[in-house]
């Protein structure tokens, strides 16, 4: 095997949308959802950032024509934010029309806190005019139960997450356990609200949080769904659908894969010693 597939193979289903799709295929037959992320970020160039875009387009025209359960998720760095804030509205709105006229959801991931209020105000800007579209919330962030306020009452839908971003005190919470209690406060705002939302994380006690939430509330099943990355807590993963919850996993593919990688390494310190010991033996 080489160094490349050794080191992604965990966290990211392939470099290409045929690798990427075989994964939806196995995860559609296991009962799960799965939305699809083309990897890369921080797109400073406007030719690659419309080259991307397009890249997006032809990828919902095929899930469509392969008739996978399947959506996007979209960067919003990777869409030319960078460049400027009209040039990736225009660059994005390309994506959601696509989408649009599959049905299809588009989800606008959140980065780092410098990005989150351009992030939002342009996500706000797409509600007003496409009901396909939706973003993420970080609960680590001091600003979200703010943020989450605001987009419930424009019925946008949300993905709560806790954020995978190193950030500063001054805009984020720095203590596990506080931004674990953040994470379950504003779960149950978002039960609460009566819009579909999706509760991204891996770990069993937020999952139980939630459950034993809803059932106290007496909210249906079928008014929310967890959300989990490909390739992380799989028996957790299983163990929902059978439970009767709705299950999307994040299929990330592409070459561009090094900072998610990253991201997913830096959550676990078991991680880098399961790399470490390998890389050692090898
Ligand atoms: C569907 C989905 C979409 C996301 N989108 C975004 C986004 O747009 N923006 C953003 O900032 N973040 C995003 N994230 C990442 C998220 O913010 C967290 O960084 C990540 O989910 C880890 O947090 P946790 O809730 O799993 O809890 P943690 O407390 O980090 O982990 C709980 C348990 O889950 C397992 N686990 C967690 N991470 C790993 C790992 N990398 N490898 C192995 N086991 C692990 C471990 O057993 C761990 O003990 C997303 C996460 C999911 C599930």
């Known amino acids: ?9 965990r966290f990211i289903a392939g470099e290409t949308k045929e690798e990427a799709f075989r994964a939806v295929r196995r995860l559609n037959g296991m009962g799960m ?24 387009i032809n990828l919902v025209e095929a899930i469509d024509r392969d008739k996978l359960t399947a959506n996007v998720s ?8 960078d460049v400027s804030d009209d040039f990736c509205y225009r660059n994005v709105s ?9 049905n299809m959801f588009v989800r606008i991931d959140m980065e780092g806190s410098d990005y989150t209020e351009r992030t939002l105000q342009l996500v706000h800007r797409w509600a007003g005019k496409y009901d396909n579209v939706g973003t993420v919330i970080q609960a680590m962030l001091h600003r979200s139960e703010a943020d989450i306020g605001e987009l419930i ?37 978002l039960l609460d609200s009566g819009i ?8 069993d006690a937020m999952i139980s949080a939630t459950r034993d939430y809803a059932t106290i509330k007496g909210i249906p099943k079928s008014n929310f769904e967890f959300q989990m990355l490909y390739g992380i807590n799989r028996s957790g993963q299983t163990e929902l659908v059978k439970d009767g919850y709705g299950m999307l996993i994040y299929v990330p593919f592409g070459t561009h894969w090094f900072p ?6 830096r959550e676990r310190k078991e991680n880098i010693l399961f790399i470490a010991k390998h890389l050692l033996r090898d």
């Open 74 to 81: 979209v960067k919003l760095t990777q869409m030319g934010l």
């Open 260 to 265: 998610y990688y990253y991201r997913r390494l």
């Open 153 to 189: 009452r424009r019925g946008i839908r949300i993905r709560l997450c806790k954020g995978a971003y190193k950030e500063p005190p001054s805009v984020a919470i720095q203590r596990k356990d506080d931004v674990n209690a953040n994470y379950i406060a504003l779960m149950k705002i």
């Open 1 to 9: 095997m080489g160094l490349f597939t050794f080191l992604t193979k």
């Open 196 to 203: 579909f939302h999706s509760i991204a994380t891996h770990d």
């Open 33 to 56: 959802r799965t939305t699809l992320d083309i990897l890369g970020e921080n797109v400073t160039s406007e030719k690659m950032a419309r080259d991307l875009a397009n890249l997006y």
């Open 94 to 102: 390309r994506i959601i029309e696509a989408a649009g006229a599959s």
